[in-house]
């Protein structure tokens, strides 16, 4: 059983956060599951390779830091992250902190993405792997945005130190934490065993599992920023991109703000303690570890296969014809319809396209051609790196309610 303390029945000894993955016997479904998560990230791989569609790779980061900040009840608007690109912060204080953090998530994610190949199995579940997310995140804001609400056991307000475990205790709910003494030891059983997980399907249920055990220990303070919530949220992205099963078009975040009381109600229940002989051996209930791992399987696989369908180049005609004509009979700035089968086969290619060629392939004489692709990179359906640089396909966040609807709902409605 935990020590006791003052305030806490503390957790001091890495025994007892077993079993860290459920018994054989229990594995026969979650394998199945993995398998298949497998499977379709291959196929959605395949329909999209890496560097490709550039500007729907940034729309998703901030779709991420959208969902984020909505798991740990820091609500943004998407308008608001989009300002906040273009560094138009909101006049209300505590938005504007909002929109910092959206961005300090958006920048972390990237940099988790340029470098999750580089790293070696061990870095990956390392402590220090865990600690520099959690640096990484939050040293992105002001100081004034990482203070500490004062509480009963810590009266006098302090600032969260990016990437230092907590050193005071917590308890989340009805679970008392692990004592803060006793972290590097926790994380240190965390990281070797999930780190010496053999790979393919074992791997993937290690990252589910390793998601609650790592929200379990609960390794840093929380305020209004949120902390180990988010930590754990951006290890697993980085597990699965270290596993080759994202290539940033995809995100369990996405699952888990949009199944929000199932994932905390989850992560909850599989805190509880072993319920009686046929709940396993570990002091920690494993029906209530495969429960939550099967959630995450089942959300994570879900998720892929939605972003598959959306990328489908037959329909994606389709989808961008709607937009154009929306364009042209709505907005009514310049944009025309027969820019489509240029869009498309920049969509299809994923290739960036010289000026003249896609001016070419509009069907305009040369005056037009030239206003259309002006028009189309005024409201972002075009991208480009300089003023007279190739062209690729744009993904402005007005235009998601078409090409990928369905995606960010909570974005088509603004």
Request: hydrophobic residues 40%; glycine residues 8%.
């Given at each position: 059983?935990?020590?006791?303390?003052?305030?806490?029945?503390?957790?001091?000894?890495p025994?007892?956060m077993?079993?860290?993955?459920?018994?054989e016997?229990?594995?026969?479904?979650?394998l199945e599951q993995?398998?298949?998560?497998?499977?379709?990230?291959?196929?959605?791989?395949?329909?999209c390779?890496?560097?490709?569609?550039?500007?729907?790779r940034?729309?998703?980061?901030?779709?991420?830091?959208?969902?984020s900040?909505k798991?740990?009840?820091?609500?943004?608007?998407?308008?608001?992250?989009?300002q906040?690109l273009?560094?138009?912060?909101?006049?209300?204080?505590?938005?504007a902190r909002?929109q910092?953090?959206?961005?300090?998530h958006?920048?972390?994610?990237?940099a988790?993405q340029a470098?999750?190949?580089e790293?070696?199995?061990q870095?990956?579940?390392?402590?220090?792997?865990v600690c520099?997310?959690?640096q990484?995140l939050?040293v992105?804001l002001?100081?004034?945005?990482r203070?500490?609400?004062a509480?009963?056991?810590n009266?006098?307000t302090?600032t969260l130190?990016?990437?230092?475990?907590?050193?005071?205790?917590v308890?989340?709910?009805i679970?008392?934490a692990?004592?803060?003494?006793?972290?590097p030891?926790?994380?240190?059983r965390?990281?070797s065993?999930?780190?010496?997980?053999?790979?393919g399907?074992?791997?993937?249920?290690?990252m589910?599992a390793?998601?609650?055990r790592?929200?379990?220990?609960?390794?840093?303070?929380?305020g209004?920023?949120?902390?180990?919530?988010?930590?754990?949220?951006?290890?697993?992205?980085?597990?699965?991109?270290?596993?080759?099963?994202?290539?940033?078009?995809?995100?369990p975040?996405?699952?888990?703000?949009?199944?929000?009381?199932?994932?905390?109600a989850?992560?909850?229940?599989?805190?509880?303690?072993?319920?009686?002989?046929?709940?396993?051996r570990?002091?920690l209930?494993?029906r209530?570890?495969?429960?939550?791992?099967?959630?995450?399987?089942?959300?994570?696989?879900?998720?892929v296969?939605f972003?598959?369908?959306?990328?489908?180049l037959?329909?994606m005609k389709?989808r961008?014809a709607?937009?154009?004509?929306y364009?042209?009979?709505v907005?009514?700035l310049?944009?025309?319809?027969?820019?489509l089968r240029?869009?498309?086969?920049?969509?299809?290619t994923?290739?960036?396209?010289?000026?003249?060629d896609?001016?070419?392939?509009?069907?305009?004489?040369?005056r037009?051609?030239?206003a259309q692709?002006s028009?189309?990179?005024?409201?972002?359906l075009?991208?480009?790196?300089?003023?007279?640089?190739?062209?690729?396909f744009?993904?402005?966040?007005?235009?998601?309610?078409?090409?990928?609807?369905?995606?960010?709902?909570?974005?088509e409605?603004g």
């Amino acid at each position: 059983m935990p020590a006791k303390s003052q305030k806490f029945s503390l957790y001091d000894a890495p025994h007892q956060m077993e079993p860290l993955l459920p018994g054989e016997h229990r594995l026969g479904l979650l394998l199945e599951q993995a398998h298949d998560l497998i499977r379709a990230c291959d196929q959605l791989n395949g329909a999209c390779q890496p560097g490709a569609l550039v500007d729907l790779r940034t729309s998703l980061l901030g779709m991420n830091s959208y969902y984020s900040n909505k798991i740990e009840g820091q609500h943004t608007l998407p308008l608001e992250i989009e300002q906040a690109l273009h560094n138009d912060y909101s006049a209300d204080a505590d938005k504007a902190r909002r929109q910092r953090l959206a961005l300090a998530h958006m920048a972390c994610e990237q940099a988790l993405q340029a470098q999750w190949h580089e790293w070696s199995v061990q870095e990956v579940w390392s402590a220090q792997r865990v600690c520099g997310i959690h640096q990484d995140l939050f040293v992105r804001l002001p100081e004034a945005d990482r203070v500490l609400g004062a509480t009963d056991a810590n009266p006098t307000t302090e600032t969260l130190q990016p990437g230092v475990l907590r050193t005071q205790e917590v308890s989340v709910g009805i679970h008392a934490a692990p004592a803060a003494a006793q972290l590097p030891a926790f994380l240190d059983r965390w990281g070797s065993f999930y780190g010496s997980v053999r790979r393919g399907e074992m791997q993937v249920l290690a990252m589910a599992a390793a998601h609650h055990r790592l929200a379990w220990i609960h390794p840093f303070r929380d305020g209004v920023c949120g902390g180990s919530g988010r930590v754990a949220r951006l290890h697993s992205y980085l597990v699965l991109g270290h596993l080759g099963l994202t290539n940033g078009l995809w995100s369990p975040l996405r699952g888990f703000a949009r199944s929000h009381d199932s994932y905390y109600a989850l992560l909850a229940a599989a805190d509880e303690p072993r319920a009686g002989d046929l709940d396993g051996r570990g002091n920690l209930t494993e029906r209530g570890l495969e429960a939550w791992m099967g959630y995450v399987l089942t959300l994570c696989l879900d998720q892929v296969r939605f972003m598959t369908g959306l990328l489908n180049l037959n329909t994606m005609k389709d989808r961008i014809a709607a937009c154009l004509s929306y364009e042209q009979s709505v907005v009514k700035l310049g944009v025309r319809t027969e820019a489509l089968r240029a869009l498309h086969y920049l969509f299809a290619t994923q290739a960036d396209l010289e000026r003249a060629d896609f001016k070419a392939m509009l069907g305009l004489g040369d005056r037009l051609a030239t206003a259309q692709v002006s028009a189309l990179l005024k409201r972002g359906l075009l991208a480009s790196d300089s003023p007279y640089g190739k062209l690729r396909f744009g993904v402005p966040q007005h235009a998601l309610r078409f090409y990928f609807p369905g995606l960010w709902p909570e974005a088509e409605a603004g």
